[in-house]
């Protein structure tokens, strides 16, 4: 892995870990779609302004429905489900279930996109996924599957099937266009939610605003540049597979911003998720066939006409 992609990816880590903490914030003035509907007209607007400033060209026509379907699951409904999950999910749990998005990725990788994972890479996955659960459990001492670890459940899923639609069009487009194309796909699917949403601007506390801004700028639109370019240089099984570290960093930010001591659970969990992730980049190398060009929504590569 080349410096820059692994600054991509260290970044995208970071954010996506610091997510956590806005999305807390910002619910408790907004209700999850509007709060979906904020963060990504926020960030809409930006790869607006960028995208003019690059020139990014409009897609092809035949791709329009992989386009409207990455942004409308990868954006619109993961982001929904997430944020209703987190209203009575506590943040161990939610790192916990959000954290199997590397293993449904694998699977669908190696259905759509011919990836091949080796069996340590299998073997690190496992190390890591018992990692998150030891951070989850130290953090909450116990597991509650209600309707909202169900709804967080449903966004794993989502963002695992985003990647795996991203992918093909990651070879056929730049990283600023796929992203852009794929944001203002869901953020138009976002505004059935708008009524109302200008009433929860006029009325919140500045705070809960200033999340879903940070949440824009941040952990979405740069975020999302960020990973596409780390998985535009690799397999989206193993790109996916350093998401095991997130409820790490997540553990730390907590720490430095809201003073919240980890338990000796919790740390140990950290370890064994970093070891995993070890495993499955230093030695359990995914294997994948050689590129090919975007293939219909739906349909596994090597197939048609």
């Not at 790869?47 to 035949?62: H, M």
């Not at 740069?222 to 690799?234: D, R, T």
């Amino acid at each position: 892995m080349d410096r820059k992609t692994a600054l991509a990816i260290g970044v995208t880590l970071l954010l996506w870990a610091s997510a956590f903490a806005g999305i807390r914030a910002a619910l408790r003035d907004y209700s999850p779609a509007h709060l979906a509907l904020g963060r990504f007209l926020v960030a809409s607007s930006i790869l607006a302004v960028v995208a003019v400033w690059k020139q990014t060209r409009f897609p092809d026509w035949r791709d329009t429905p992989r386009i409207i379907l990455t942004g409308f699951v990868g954006i619109t409904l993961y982001h929904i489900a997430l944020n209703f999950g987190e209203m009575t999910v506590s943040a161990g749990a939610a790192s916990f279930i959000v954290n199997t998005v590397p293993i449904f990725t694998t699977l669908l990788s190696i259905v759509f996109l011919n990836e091949r994972v080796r069996l340590l890479g299998w073997l690190g996955m496992l190390v890591s996924f018992s990692g998150v659960c030891l951070i989850a459990l130290g953090e909450t001492d116990q597991l509650h599957f209600d309707k909202g670890a169900f709804a967080i459940l449903a966004a794993a899923v989502c963002q695992s099937l985003y990647f795996v639609l991203q992918k093909p069009l990651l070879r056929k487009y730049s990283v600023l266009s796929v992203v852009c194309y794929a944001i203002w796909a869901g953020t138009i699917s976002l505004i059935v939610f708008l009524p109302g949403l200008a009433a929860q601007v006029r009325f919140a506390p500045l705070p809960s605003t200033l999340a879903i801004v940070y949440l824009g700028v941040f952990p979405s639109a740069i975020a999302y540049l960020c990973w596409s370019h780390g998985l535009s240089k690799m397999g989206a099984s193993k790109a996916s597979s350093f998401l095991f570290i997130v409820p790490v960093v997540a553990i730390v930010i907590a720490f430095i911003w809201l003073h919240e001591i980890p338990s000796w659970l919790s740390l140990v969990g950290g370890a064994i998720a970093l070891a995993g992730v070890a495993i499955c980049i230093g030695f359990g190398k995914h294997r994948h066939e050689p590129q090919q060009d975007a293939v219909p929504v739906g349909m596994p590569k090597g197939a048609g006409a």
